[in-house]
C-alpha cells in the first residue's frame, strides 16, 4: 500500500524537546512544500528500538511511513532524511534561498525503505567563530533565528557537536544547541567553556601562579552551567586572548616551563570532569604554540584525551603562521598511530593578513579533498570541527566538508556539478558549475608554498599596513609584512605588492565578466542565488585588487614626492573598496537585509577610511600648511591661477572635493 503525505499529515511518537523541535521543523517544511489539501495524509510514526548509536531506517507500513530509531540524534537525522528525500528540502535551503517546488502530494511505493549508515567521524561539527555578521542580523525581527537556523543547518548535514559562537555568544546559544541534540564543545581559549578571568576578575592579573583558586573557581562553575548537556570537554590554558598566556606572564620563558605548567592545567581540568562524569569525552587543541610544544616533547596529555591538529587557516595541516613567525609543523598524527585523534579545519580564517573572511577559502577544493583525506588515513576520524564563520559565504565548502565527515570520501568535481543542481537547478547547474571551478583558478598566490592563495584580506589589511608605515616612518620598511613581501625597503615591499594585485586585479577583472556573462544565462531563482553568491564575491575580490594596486602605486608616488599623484591615487583607490563595500549591501535583500552591515573583520569600509586618511596626510606634505595650491590648479582656469593677489577667494575645499576636480580633468 503507498504511503501518502501531504499538508494534513500527522507525525506521532516524538519522545525528547530536541527530536520535538525536528519534528516542528518537519511540519514547517510541509506548509512549505505542499499546498492547501483537504485529503487526510498518511501519519508519520516514530518508533523506538534498539539500534547502533545515531543510526535510522525509514520503511512504509500499513499505509504510514515509520521512522525506526534508538536515540534522539537517529530521530532527528530521521526527520531530515524525510525532509530531504521526500520533500525535497536541501541542507542549505535556508542559506541559499531555495525556492520550494509545490506539490498536492508526496506518493511513497509501499516497499519504501531507507537505512542510514555510520559517519565516518564520530564527532563532527561548527565552529561559529568571527560570527561579526551573524551577531547583529535579525531574521523576522529575532536575533536568536539565524542562529536556530545554523543549528539545524548542522544538523540536516549530519553534525552532532558545535561550538555556537565566541566568547559570550558561546554562553548566550549554548542552551539552544544543547536543546536541538548537538554536543557542546568550546573555543580553544576558553577551557571548559568557563568565564574568562579577565573579565570575571578585571581589577586582577590573569596568572595562573598568583590566582590558581579563582581559575579552578571558574572551572567548576562552568562544569555547573553545562550540567545536563552533552558536552565534549575542551581542556587547556591560553592567554586572555587568542594568545598564549606567556605573551601576558613573564614567569614562562622556557618551552620546558610552559609545558609542565599546561600539562598540569590540563590534568585539573581532566580530573575535575571526570569527577562529575567518568564517562564524559575530553579534547585539548594542538594548535598554534601548542603543537610546537608537543611536537618538542613538552606536553604530557591523559590518555583518553583526543588530540584536536589543526590546519594553518588556509586548509593546509601545518602549524599555522602567526606575525611573521611561520614555522609550519606538519599537523597531523603519525601513520599508523591508534590514538584519539581529530582536527580543527578552517573553510573561513581571520588572521588580519591574506586569509578569507567573506568570500570563499581561494585553494580549491581537489586540495580540501587531498588534505582531509590524508587527516582519515592518519585515523584522525574522532573530532572535526570546523570553522565555518557567518556560514553564508562559505555554503559551497561546508556542504564539501560534510559528504566528507559522513562518507569518508568527495570527488572534486562530482560534488561540484552536484552543489549546483541542487541550489542553482539542474538547467543552471554547468554554468554554475564552470563558475565554481574558474573561482578557484583565477585565486591569487602570495607565497611559495600552494596553500598560500589570497583570499580578500591580503587585499585589505595589507594595503592598510603599506600606509601605515608611509605614515609612521617611510624610510623603514613595514615590520609587519615580512610574512610575504621581499624586499628591505618600504619602497621594494610596496613594488613587490603592487605588481601582485595589479596582475591579480586583471585576472578578477576577467573572473567578473565571466560570471556577469554566465548570469544572462541562467534561469530563475538560478540567477538570484548567482549573484547574491560566487557574483558577488567575484565582484568583492576585483575592487578590492584593483583598489589595492591603485593603492600601492600611491604610496610609490609618495615616497617619490609626488604628492599630488599621490593624493589622486588614493582617491581612486579608495574609490574602489567603497564599490566593494556597495557591492555586498546591493545584495541585501529578503531576510538578508543588514547582512553585511556589521562586516568589521576584513572591513571593506576601514580600508577606504584609511585611504581617506592617507589623502589628507599627502596632501599636507604636498601643499601644506595653506592649502590652496591644488584648489587653485584644479577649480580655476589658466588665466587666473597664476594671479597671486588673494589666495583663495572661496572655502578650502575638503579632499573628496578636491579629488573629484582631479577626477573631472584627470580621467578624461
Not at 601562579?209 to 565534549?232: N, P, R, T
Request: aromatic share 12%; charged share 25%.
Amino acid at each position: 500500500m503507498a504511503v501518502i503525505l501531504n499538508r494534513n499529515t500527522q507525525i506521532e511518537g516524538a519522545a525528547t524537546d530536541a527530536v520535538r523541535r525536528a519534528v516542528s521543523a518537519l511540519y514547517r517544511d510541509m506548509r512549505k512544500v505542499f499546498p492547501n489539501n483537504e485529503k487526510e495524509g498518511a501519519s508519520i510514526c516514530l518508533v523506538e528500538e534498539t539500534m547502533e548509536m545515531e543510526q535510522f531506517f525509514l520503511k512504509a507500513a500499513d499505509g504510514k511511513l515509520e521512522l525506526h530509531a534508538g536515540d534522539e540524534l537517529g530521530f532527528i537525522y530521521g526527520i531530515y532524511e524525510i525532509s530531504r528525500s521526500l520533500l525535497g528540502v536541501n541542507d542549505f535551503w535556508f542559506w541559499n534561498d531555495q525556492q520550494f517546488v509545490l506539490k498536492k502530494e508526496q506518493k511513497i511505493p509501499g516497499d519504501y525503505f531507507f537505512a542510514s549508515k555510520p559517519c565516518a567521524v564520530k564527532y563532527r561539527g561548527w565552529f561559529i567563530n568571527d560570527e561579526v555578521l551573524l551577531h547583529t542580523w535579525h531574521v523576522e525581527r529575532k536575533k536568536d533565528l539565524p542562529w536556530e537556523m545554523a543549528f539545524e543547518t548542522l544538523l540536516r548535514c549530519g553534525g552532532n557537536m558545535v561550538i555556537p559562537g565566541t566568547d559570550r555568544n558561546s554562553e548566550r546559544y549554548r542552551g539552544l544547541a544543547a536543546s536541538m541534540g548537538l554536543y557542546i564543545t568550546h573555543h580553544h581559549a576558553e577551557p571548559l567553556g568557563a568565564e574568562m578571568f579577565a573579565r570575571a576578575y578585571p581589577e586582577l592579573n590573569p596568572s595562573y601562579a598568583e590566582y590558581s583558586e579563582l581559575f579552578q573557581g571558574l572551572w567548576k562553575d562552568a562544569l555547573e552551567a553545562q550540567k545536563g548537556m552533552k558536552v565534549i570537554w575542551n581542556l587547556g590554558f591560553r592567554g586572555q586572548g587568542d594568545c598564549p598566556f606567556w605573551m601576558t606572564d613573564p614567569l614562562y620563558e622556557t618551552d620546558e616551563a610552559r609545558g609542565k605548567l599546561l600539562s598540569s592545567l590540563i590534568r585539573i581540568q581532566y580530573d575535575l570532569v571526570k569527577k562529575a562524569d567518568p564517562q564524559a569525552p575530553c579534547c585539548t587543541n594542538l594548535y598554534g604554540e601548542m603543537m610546537e610544544l608537543y611536537q618538542k616533547g613538552c606536553l604530557e596529555l591523559p590518555e583518553d584525551v583526543i588530540k584536536i591538529w589543526a590546519d594553518n587557516g588556509y586548509g593546509k595541516m601545518v602549524s599555522r603562521r602567526q606575525n611573521n613567525h611561520n614555522p609550519r609543523v606538519p599537523a597531523l598524527p603519525e601513520a599508523g598511530n591508534r590514538e584519539h585523534n581529530g582536527i580543527y579545519y578552517h573553510v573561513s580564517f581571520y588572521d588580519l593578513q591574506a586569509a578569507n573572511h567573506i568570500t570563499m577559502l581561494p585553494n580549491p577544493p581537489s586540495f580540501v579533498v587531498r588534505e582531509l583525506s590524508q587527516v582519515l588515513e592518519r585515523n584522525g576520524k574522532d573530532f572535526w570541527i570546523i570553522n565555518c564563520s557567518n556560514i553564508k559565504p562559505h555554503v559551497y565548502f561546508l556542504d564539501l566538508v560534510a559528504r566528507l565527515w559522513r562518507d569518508g570520501t568527495a570527488e572534486e568535481e562530482t560534488h561540484r556539478r552536484e552543489y549546483a543542481a541542487r541550489y542553482y537547478g539542474a538547467e543552471n547547474a554547468d554554468a554554475v558549475a564552470q563558475s565554481l571551478a574558474a573561482f578557484h583558478d583565477h585565486a591569487v598566490s602570495f607565497g611559495e608554498h600552494e596553500d598560500e592563495r589570497a583570499g580578500e584580506q591580503f587585499f585589505n589589511h595589507v594595503p592598510r599596513m603599506l600606509i601605515g608605515q608611509l605614515m609612521k616612518d617611510k624610510g623603514r620598511c613595514c615590520d609587519g609584512m615580512r610574512w610575504a613581501a621581499p624586499g628591505n625597503s618600504l619602497r621594494e615591499q610596496t613594488q613587490w605588492y603592487e605588481r601582485l594585485c595589479a596582475e591579480a586585479a586583471e585576472g578578477y577583472e576577467e573572473y567578473v565578466r565571466l560570471c556577469e556573462g554566465r548570469a544572462l544565462e541562467l534561469k530563475d531563482s538560478g540567477r538570484v542565488l548567482f549573484e547574491d553568491s560566487i557574483l558577488l564575491q567575484a565582484k568583492i575580490l576585483y575592487h578590492c585588487c584593483l583598489g589595492a594596486s591603485t593603492a600601492a602605486q600611491g604610496i610609490l608616488a609618495a615616497l617619490a614626492e609626488d604628492y599630488k599623484k599621490s593624493f589622486y591615487l588614493a582617491g581612486r583607490a579608495r574609490k574602489e573598496f567603497l564599490q566593494a563595500d556597495s557591492a555586498m549591501r546591493e545584495r541585501e535583500h529578503g531576510k538578508w537585509h543588514g547582512f553585511y552591515k556589521n562586516e568589521c573583520l576584513t572591513d571593506i569600509k576601514q580600508t577606504a577610511w584609511m585611504l581617506e586618511n592617507m589623502m589628507g596626510f599627502v596632501r599636507n606634505l604636498g601643499e601644506g600648511p595653506h592649502f590652496y595650491e591644488w584648489q587653485r590648479e584644479f577649480l580655476y582656469p589658466e588665466e587666473d591661477r597664476r594671479i597671486l593677489l588673494i589666495l583663495n577667494m572661496e572655502n578650502h575645499l575638503n579632499n573628496s572635493e578636491l579629488f573629484a576636480l582631479m577626477e573631472e580633468k584627470w580621467d578624461l
